[in-house]
């Protein structure tokens, strides 16, 4: 009998679907490991099962029995708990009111402090986890922090907790003592849907191993019957069958050199090289330091060890300001956060990072301002009703467009694109891979991170990957495999 | 779309843009007929010249406010530098009124490049810097004078409240010089965008290369320049100085701004709106005066005003 049965499972977010009929089954008192690349909806899916998400289309039974989760306290009743990878505690509040958030035990419409102190302890005793339940949750360390939410999970007597990425902040130490945990559930016929990208954990404690690929199901075997070889081309095992306008430009010289930069907890040792008309694919799992070495570079944090060299010349980007006038520019990953002022009209978004281009004895001329960003909208083909509508009134593709455009119009030499692509759909996504072809013949040189390996592939002349804050290879465009590359984003896990 | 919606979002959008112009003419309006010497020259050139005074702390309480902060110390700011410019504007001092109001005014800069630094650099939040400047400009203005007022001030100091240049006071045409000023700098410099830019999203302003924390500090430097020149004009008006002035003035100042329209949140704010705004409580306050309505009234009223104009602009929101 299956603790709980998903079948047909599929999601779409904002039209886009991202998972595509997916199956996967759980039984009691085993871990079932769920792997897959960056985006392949493994967080998706098991954000459904937890009630965050409903989905659009199939059915969940639990027991055999058909059951609908539309929040997670209907999850949480039905006995799934979820771990998640972004760890939210509310921080000034203490351990035991963390645990027990929400179900505190009370005498007469009273917290009960005594009752809720007293089941801490022993709670986290019988786990093993030495920390004092008056804790606040804010004087922990984020290793601490993830134990606590681990015991949460435990104490809320899910019979199927689902853990997502859950040591990817804590010690080898920990990790055995949460085996140790995870062993124990085991022997009380808990289920346990474990996600990581970490092959040697999986190995350890996984029963069954399911993968996805790009929201569907690959395969589901028990983990003695594969290895991992077969997982890895199992992840990326796919035909290129998007279509990349790629143009190969000729490769000029040095334009950007990159020796031993190091921030501590950030990155360590990247030297690399960036040469005019080339386009450079940083690529690496979720947090292996791939953005806070290109934030470093346009200035937006400092590097503690190491050189930036620009034209052979080196320097130091103070704030980026300071990396604009030296012709860099940034296309964030967080296009929401980082790169558009939402409230702002398209016109004055486009312009801001280059207004000083604009001004006449202080004054910004109008006319001058009118014609570039008529320019801009016409060359990206942004489509646009009104200029001085707010931005945020764009779909995602133009809003992308319109972050292009704010930095084309400053005249880079050297753009960083941080996943660029991201959430964009596919008609904006060619032209945008269009305008990058086009940016680099011109003797440009391109920096782009992708979590996307088609994309990292059908893009880049050359990709250095990054693993776990380090440089761990680098592939020129005729060694491109995404086996390889894959192989390189776990080496130093 | 169909053209229903179209229209209801339409005339939604229009109340929230014009609600309080709309509401400024119903007010007027109202006025008159109770009262036939309302639209008197006499009584609007007295409008206008209050107006001035009290909008010039709404003027530079939306630069503050539209960078996303708030600045609660205009009003004791205000007090501090009627005090002291009036302290130098005493007739025995024998100093040109310039002199005095320059010294006035300065109060404002200092204390007001004291809360943008506070706010900027030291990453104190506007709301708790304000109000610690609040205090130390209440203790500047009682320590002059241990809280005695100061009388006697030099004609040409209390012309500079009570003068008029043919038919205008002179506070209006001060007024008049800020207001075009202001204007150019929010709409037509970049350290105007700047200020938009920084109130609509602060890491998108710095990542597009702005000088976040520069942008920041200066606003409250207008709004204590600002705030200080209304002092000394406040000062010049009554012909002495008196350290009760500015008192309570930081609330009004910020109804006036958020009246017309401009968001508290940030970003998102017009100056004509504050205009607006400046000139509704004003022409409120000085009818519910000219009626005979009690000041406690009074406040019930500027009350409920303030909230039905802010939940009329929160129309166009969704």
Known sequence: MSLIELKGIKKSFYGVEVLHGVDLTLRPGTVHALMGENGAGKSTLMKVIAGVHKCDEGTILMDGKEVRINSPSEAQSLGIAMIHQELSPVREMTVAENIFLGREP?????????????????????????????SKMKSLRVADQQMVE??????????????????????????????????????HDVGIIYISHKMGEIFRIADDITVLR??????????????????????VGR??????????????ETVLEVKNLSLTGQYEDISFELHRGEILGLVGLVGAGRTEVMRSIFGMTQPEKGEILLNGKPVHMKSPADAIKKGIAYVTEDRKGEGLILPMSVFKNTTLSALKDFVKTGIIQDVKESKAVDEQVKALRIKVNNLKLPVKSLSGGNQQKV????WMITGPDIMIFDEPTRGIDVGAKAEIYKIMCDYVAQGHAIIMISSEMPEAMGMSDRIIVLSNHKCSGELDRQEFSQEAIVQMQFKYM | MNTNTKKRIDAKQFASTYGSLIGLVLLIIVFTILNSRYLGWANIRNILRMASINGLLAIGMTFVVLTGGIDLSVGAMMGCAGMYSAYFAQESMGLHWAVALLIGVGMGLVIGLFNGV??????????????????????LTFLITKAKPIPGLSEGFKNIGGGSVGPIPIPVIIMAGV?????????????????????????AAHVSGINTKRIICSV??????????????????????????????????????VIGGTSLAGGKGRLWGTIVGILLIQCLTTGLDMMGVSYYLQLIIKGFVVIGAVMLDGLSAD
């Not at chain 1, 302890?121 to 093993?128: H, I, P, V």
């Not at chain 1, 035909?239 to 000029?252: D, N, S």
């Not at chain 1, 972050?403 to 704010?406: D, E, G, T």
């Open chain 2, 179 to 203: 207001l075009i000023i202001c204007f150019i700098l929010l709409y037509k410099t970049r350290y105007g965008r700047y200020i938009f830019a920084v109130g609509g999203n602060l890491n």
């Open chain 2, 220 to 257: 409250y430097v207008i709004s204590g320049v600002l705030s200080s020149l209304a002092g000394a004009i406040m000062t010049a008006r009554v012909t002495s100085g008196v350290t009760s002035t500015g008192d309570g003035y930081e609330t009004d100042a910020i109804a006036m701004v």
């Open chain 1, 214 to 235: 790009d929201g569907t199901l690959v395969n589901t075997w028990p983990a003695s019957e594969v290895d991992n070889d077969t997982l890895i081309k199992q992840m």
């Open chain 1, 106 to 134: 009370s005498r007469m419409g009273f917290i009960d402090y005594r009752k809720l102190y007293a089941q801490t302890s022993d709670l986290l005793e019988k786990l093993r986890i030495p920390i004092n339940p008056k």
């Open chain 1, 403 to 406: 972050v292009l455009a704010k």
């Open chain 1, 150 to 187: 681990i015991a949460k999970a435990i104490s809320q007597n899910a019979r199927i907790v689902i853990m997502d990425e859950p040591t990817s902040a804590i010690t080898d130490n920990e990790v055995d003592s949460l085996f140790a945990m995870i062993e124990d559930m085991k022997a």
């Open chain 2, 118 to 139: 506070c706010v900027s650099y030291l990453k104190v939040p506007a709301f708790v810097g304000t109000l610690g400047s609040m205090s130390i400009a209440q203790g």
């Open chain 1, 239 to 252: 035909e290129l069958k998007e279509q990349f306008p790629k143009v190969a430009a000729p490769i000029g």
